[in-house]
């Protein structure tokens, strides 16, 4: 069997590749658009364990070397780097130092989702890409109307609002950007509101999302990109090592007895942390206990503050009823405190705000 260390590269890749059997250790430069890569890969005898670092551009990869009958382990490119003791830091020496953690069986290999399930990710994110769009979008409207003092809003969205925005005497370039910009809202309302049910569709296929919809705040988007961003529940031992994975710790430089406490660490997914606060926002109108808690924090330590707090509050409760494959319900009547209002009833009404 062969195992390859690779310090992997947009372009290129350097590996330091070993035969188990001979112990003999091979050195290369590989080249990525000439074909050079899949070409070495296609050649070897035997199957290959390859271990790279974790990196936003290598799906191309992991599929060849799924296609040829290869083995991908990607690990956590912080631990990677923590465990290297030299100095020395260039590609050939990085490629040796993933190589030699393979062969101690000490690489950090982290959790990959399915291909099939990576694909409804991205649907989540071009989802969420095209609302940051169009809000870019809306914004530059707004700007328009004010200049012109036109004040209305949200209601500058109804069909109202819309006549009166077409009504302004704008100049040339003005009117131009409008037109423009009243075009791409309406288009990116339609790819949205397609991505919409799409997502509602898959969010439907699985019986854990259907579950943690019954939560009040959890809709679709929501319940869906937590099913797939965590995937097996079981890899996360306790409640905390999940918040870690989401980034919803404080830093911490604690020494000689005294704790000291700094922002989120964020070390974590990014989208997954800002559908929680938003679902967190409207959790805390429909469930009693979650309401209690934030206005106390935000008496004491501000809005965001105390938002960000309810988000991990309501990524654990998310973590346990998948845990415990346990629906809203049942999670408040096992609970100390249950939440009084909207067990499951506003579960349809939060879905779609929540996803809108």
């Not at 430069?29 to 074909?35: F, I, Q, T, Y």
């Not at 465990?83 to 040796?96: L, S």
């Not at 890409?129 to 409207?141: K, S």
Request: hydrophobic residues 40%; proline residues 3%; contains cysteine.
């Amino acid at each position: 069997m062969n195992i390859i260390g690779c310090d992997f590269h947009s372009r290129t890749q350097v590996i330091a590749m070993v035969e188990t059997e001979t112990g003999e250790v091979i050195q290369r430069r590989l080249d990525h658009e000439s074909g050079e890569a899949k070409a070495f890969y296609e050649g070897l005898k035997e199957p290959a364990l390859v271990g790279i670092e974790s990196t936003g551009y290598a799906r191309w990869f992991a599929e060849m070397l799924a296609g040829l009958g290869h083995e991908l382990v990607v690990g956590e490119a912080a631990k990677i780097r923590a465990r290297e003791t030299r100095k020395q830091k260039h590609d050939r020496r990085d490629a040796e130092h993933i190589l030699n953690l393979l062969v101690k069986g000490d690489f950090p290999k982290i959790w990959l989702p399915p291909a099939e399930e990576r694909d409804v990710r991205v649907i989540i994110e071009h989802r969420h890409q095209l609302v940051e769009l169009r809000t870019r979008a809306q914004n530059g409207l707004q700007a328009i109307a004010l200049g012109y003092g036109l004040r209305r809003r949200h209601r500058l969205w109804s069909a109202a609002g819309q006549v009166e925005l077409q009504k302004l005497p704008l100049r040339e370039g003005t009117a131009r950007r409008r037109q423009d910009l009243v075009a791409l809202v309406r288009q990116l309302n339609v790819w949205i509101k397609e991505l919409n049910q799409r997502i509602v569709e898959e969010a439907g296929r699985r019986e854990d999302a259907q579950r943690l919809m019954t939560h009040p705040g959890i809709g679709p988007q929501t319940a869906l990109a937590t099913v797939l961003v965590l995937g097996p529940v079981e890899r996360f031992p306790t409640d905390r090592h999940l918040t870690s994975y989401l980034g919803l710790i404080p830093q911490e430089d604690s020494s000689a007895g005294r704790q000291r406490f700094g922002h989120l660490t964020k070390q974590g997914n990014r989208l997954m942390r800002f559908l929680l606060v938003e679902a967190a926002g409207i959790a805390t109108r429909y469930a009693a206990g979650l309401r209690r808690t934030y206005r106390r924090l935000a008496f004491r330590k501000g809005a965001a503050i105390a938002k960000v707090a309810i988000a991990r509050k309501l990524a654990i409760r998310l973590y346990i009823m998948l845990r415990d494959r346990i629906d809203y319900e049942e999670f408040c009547r096992r609970g100390p405190v249950p939440d009084g209002a909207g067990r499951g009833s506003h579960a349809g009404m939060l879905g779609d705000r929540t996803l809108a």
